[in-house]
């Protein structure tokens, strides 16, 4: 299958979650294994927690790298229908090897997106399933820093990149559970979009990944310049935007041309 066709997978036409699956990292994929496997075929990190599937609950996983994926595919077996929210772009195409790119682990999602997709995350993806968004904790962090010569795809969410509170209440979904490392408060790009859920009437949750604290109410701190129509200006900067949609390209290194994207 080659990346268009896993993307139609993810984001089949019919379904109310698909405009929010995010198409640049199918976009890198050139080929991927054709096919069907079976669950026990893929590594999956053991989280001790569940999540039991409501039709009135959507999941935002917030977990670092591959393991958000992971996590999604596991929510998969528990009745919800993983949404990639990934943002940005691994270099691949750019013949950009991830020791040189800030955000090193985008490398292994495309490789998870790349492998046969279980049949039982299909299902997921086309059966009547509430949501469960699949971020990467690290998108503003990274393995490397920013320096020139370096693939700097660093990247955030916007609330513009998940559905509103209407639309979810719409749906049925009244609360939401962060899934993350901890109990510490959301990253601040995330409580963007968790206090407007929240002020739309959408209760959001905490629960640990590790499954070492009880689901508890988010704490949920107004960031700064909420709802201020500069925020996302601001909030760009330092950011490199890549030309074929989403975030990533090269810093420049001084005396040479500008980066690509």
């Not at 109990?183 to 905490?206: N, Q, T, Y």
């Not at 601001?234 to 390209?249: I, M, P």
Request: glycine share 10%.
């Amino acid at each position: 299958m080659t990346g268009r066709e896993l993307y139609e997978v993810w984001a089949p036409a019919f379904d109310e979650w698909s405009p929010w699956v995010k198409p640049v990292l199918f976009a890198e994929i050139e080929r991927s294994a054709d096919g069907i496997t079976s669950a026990g075929g893929m590594s999956e990190p053991a989280l001790r927690c569940r999540v039991e599937a409501r039709r009135d609950t959507a999941v935002v996983v917030d977990l670092p790298g591959v393991q958000s994926l992971a996590a999604g595919f596991n929510l998969a077996k528990d009745g919800y229908r993983p949404v990639p929210l990934y943002n940005t772009t691994s270099g691949r195409r750019h013949g950009v090897p991830p020791d040189k790119c800030v955000l090193a682990e985008v490398a292994g999602i495309v490789r998870l997106l790349s492998d046969p997709l279980p049949e039982y995350v299909r299902n997921a993806i086309v059966g009547d399933n509430p949501p469960a968004f699949l971020l990467d904790s690290r998108r503003l962090k990274g393995e490397n820093k920013p320096a020139p010569g370096v693939y700097d795809n660093r990247w955030m969410v916007f609330p513009q990149d998940f559905p509103s509170a209407g639309f979810l209440r719409s749906r049925g979904i009244t609360q939401a559970i962060l899934l993350q490392e901890g109990s510490s408060p959301p990253a601040e790009d995330l409580s963007h979009v968790l206090l407007r859920w929240k002020e739309g009437g959408i209760a959001v949750f905490l629960q640990d990944a590790a499954g070492n604290l009880a689901l508890c109410p988010a704490e949920l701190r107004r960031p700064s310049h909420f709802r201020s129509t500069i925020y996302r200006v601001l909030a760009l900067a330092g950011l490199r935007r890549n030309s074929a949609g989403g975030f990533g390209s090269m810093v420049p290194i001084p005396g040479q041309g500008g980066g690509f994207g």
